[in-house]
């Protein structure tokens, strides 16, 4: 099973909301990852978190707060998002990140998430 | 930098018919490249991906890619093509981030569509 589940499937905001997306993978997996997509264009990495660590911050700005409760649950945390944020949420996931060749990351459906 | 061109926004092909979405890479050491398929509205389908060995590398829903490491490409193929091919098509290459960590580096997409 190579399945990565994301929630919920859509989000509207405001910009003072506060809210957040969840990711889980059951695949034993020990990599995570937080992309960004807008429309018809390629994924933008936002944070990786390796064994429950964050180990790579794209330089995404503070209103988006990542963290991995344990090894098969990913969460972000919005705050005070701005229209622009608007976009597909992705989730994904691969056995391992560092220490040799790339593994396959797996990614979720995604949340699409609108900021009014 | 490592870096991946996708040279066709859109390739266009009648059912039946032999599909080919191109794909260029620039990497410095090993090459590590991978094909995606997203569908509307949906995450990223792992297609294939060329870690080592036989340059023909074959992968999910009868799709194929050519590793040409004198040409830097990893053109995705089809030998027959089906109207539900029609999405959009990623390739990435792998970059070495601090730490020794592995990122995934997207092309700009292809958009394929199949007419009947």
């Known amino acids: 099973d190579t399945e990565v589940t994301q929630t919920p499937k859509h989000l509207v905001m405001g910009m003072t909301n506060k809210k957040s997306l969840k990711c889980e993978q059951h695949?034993?997996?020990?990599?995570m990852y937080w992309y960004k997509q807008k429309a018809k264009k390629p994924p933008e990495l936002m944070f990786v978190y390796s064994y429950e660590k964050l180990s790579i911050n794209e330089s995404v700005p503070s209103r988006f707060s990542p963290e991995c409760p344990n090894s098969s649950l990913l969460n972000l945390h919005l705050h005070a998002l701005q229209p622009e944020d608007s976009a597909l949420y992705l989730c994904?996931?691969?056995?391992?990140?560092?220490?040799?060749?790339?593994?396959?990351?797996?990614f979720g459906p995604g949340t699409r998430l609108t900021v009014l | 930098a490592q870096s991946v061109a996708q040279p066709e926004d859109q390739v266009n092909v009648a059912e039946g018919n032999p599909l080919t979405v191109k794909c260029t890479y620039s990497?410095?050491?090993?090459?590590?490249l991978f094909w995606y398929v997203q569908y509307p509205n949906r995450g990223l389908q792992f297609l294939l991906k060329y870690i080592t060995g036989d340059n023909l590398v074959k992968g999910s829903y009868g799709f194929e890619a050519e590793f040409n490491k004198s040409q830097t490409s990893f053109h995705l193929k089809k030998p027959s093509a089906l109207v539900s091919d029609s999405a959009l098509y990623f390739c990435?290459?792998?970059?070495?981030?601090?730490?020794?960590?592995?990122?995934?580096?997207f092309g700009a997409g292809t958009r394929l569509a199949v007419h009947p």
């Open positions: 990497v410095s050491g090993n090459p590590y």
């Open positions: 695949m034993g997996h020990r990599a």
């Open positions: 994904a996931s691969s056995q391992e990140l560092a220490g040799g060749p790339p593994d396959t990351q797996y």
């Open positions: 990435a290459v792998r970059a070495l981030v601090t730490g020794g960590y592995n990122k995934l580096i």
